[in-house]
Nanobody, 123 residues
Framework: QVQLVESGGGSVQAGDSLSLSCAASGRSLTTYAVAWFRQAPGKEREFVGGISGSGERTSYRSSLEDRFTISRDNAKSTVYLQMSDLKPEDTAAYYC????????????????WGQGTQVTVSS
């Protein structure tokens, strides 16, 4: 069991960059795969990307791979989502989630979730 708290969201203009953080407490984050999901109003929560416990492997939603980067610093128990060239369609609540295994792309595979942080991108 690990507790997660997202931070770093806010309102930005199209083309801007923004970095989100997911800070963990409780058990060590080292063995947990961590993923980012996002959910816009009226839409399903969708996979953004994920990173393995060691940080050696990452995966991304195909449409976001060229703009979003996930990294982690296990010494700080924190996972980051770096977003570049933000677009209005990126507007959503962003959540981090952790599981004690490999990265999976479906939300049902994660047992630990943060509270979410809102990202709003205006044109």
């Amino acid at each position: 069991q690990v507790q997660l708290v997202e931070s770093g969201g806010g309102s930005v203009q199209a083309g801007d960059s923004l970095s989100l953080s997911c800070a963990a407490s409780g058990r060590s984050l080292t063995t947990y795969a961590v993923a980012w999901f996002r959910q816009a109003p009226g839409k399903e929560r969708e996979f953004v990307g994920g990173i393995s416990g060691s940080g050696e492997r990452t995966s991304y939603r195909s449409s976001l791979e060229d703009r979003f980067t996930i990294s982690r610093d296990n010494a700080k128990s924190t996972v980051y989502l770096q977003m570049s060239d933000l677009k209005p369609e990126d507007t959503a609540a962003y959540y981090c989630a952790a599981r004690g295994g490999i990265v999976v792309t479906f939300k049902q595979g994660y047992e630990n979730w943060g509270q979410g942080t809102q990202v709003t991108v205006s044109s």
